[in-house]
């Protein structure tokens, strides 16, 4: 079955910390997994990417850990700050040259507070 | 680069009307897909055009169609319009069909509300 778990549904961190969202998936045919950021009245936004064959992958604040015998992968976002304030989704891309169909996560609504 | 543009932005229907969408993907893109994001159901995958050809096409009625053009640009159409049609409409562009490290890049969507 193809779907993609996302935790938590709702996040909030104060300033500075981090912020932490898991995601799970079932289909082993899964070749790319995206995270998107989304602000309210837009639409999702590319915020970083991993293959699977790479363990971790970090660009700016924003760091991916995967985990490909547990099926799991996870944002990190280093520094939260208010501006990070939106709802983030996790993706996962069928197989390699099989069509750009992206499965979603239902989602992480992300406040930081001061 | 531009980036992925939708027209219009926001549209009200009545039931039973249909309703045409555009999506004009970044410049260089061949790929095109159609996303329906709703409150209830989340991001659902409609379907995908590369080329002119559907690519790959989601769990949706017939009544959701779309089409390209040789110049990528393409058009989303739901005839018999319903109450749970109400959504916000994504369009993505990529350049290949899901190849690499290709990337899906989103329009800001056409609000859809069906009174």
């Known amino acids: 079955q193809q779907q993609v778990k996302q935790s938590p549904q709702s996040l909030i961190v104060q300033k500075g910390g981090i912020s932490i969202i898991n995601c799970a998936y079932e289909?082993?045919?899964?070749?790319?997994f995206p995270w998107y950021q989304q602000f309210p009245g837009k639409g999702p936004a590319l915020l970083i990417a991993?293959?699977?064959?790479?363990s971790e992958k970090k660009e700016g604040r924003f760091t991916i850990s995967f985990n490909k015998s547990a099926k799991q992968f996870s944002l990190h976002i280093m520094d939260s700050q208010p501006g990070d304030s939106a709802t983030y989704f996790c993706?996962?891309?069928?197989?390699?040259?099989?069509?750009?169909?992206?499965?979603f996560g239902t989602g992480t609504q992300l406040k930081v507070e001061l | 680069k531009a980036g992925v543009t939708q027209t219009p932005r926001y549209l009200i229907k009545t039931r039973g009307q249909q309703v045409t969408l555009s999506c004009s993907p970044i410049?260089?893109?061949?790929?095109v897909s159609w996303y329906q994001q709703t409150p209830g159901q989340g991001l659902q995958f409609l379907f995908e055009?590369?080329?002119?050809?559907?690519?790959n096409k989601g769990n949706f009625p017939g009544r959701f169609s779309g089409r390209q053009f040789s110049n990528s640009r393409s058009e989303m159409n739901v005839s018999t319009l319903e109450l749970g049609d109400s959504a916000l409409y994504l369009c993505?562009?990529?350049?290949?069909?899901?190849?690499?490290?290709?990337?899906?890049?989103f329009g800001p969507g056409t609000r859809l509300t069906v009174l």
């Open positions: 410049s260089g893109h061949r790929s």
């Open positions: 289909n082993t045919a899964f070749d790319y």
């Open positions: 993706a996962a891309r069928g197989l390699t040259g099989g069509g750009n169909k992206l499965t």
């Open positions: 991993i293959r699977p064959d790479v």
């Open positions: 993505a562009s990529s350049p290949t069909t899901g190849f690499g490290t290709d990337t899906q890049y």
């Open positions: 055009y590369f080329s002119e050809t559907q690519r």
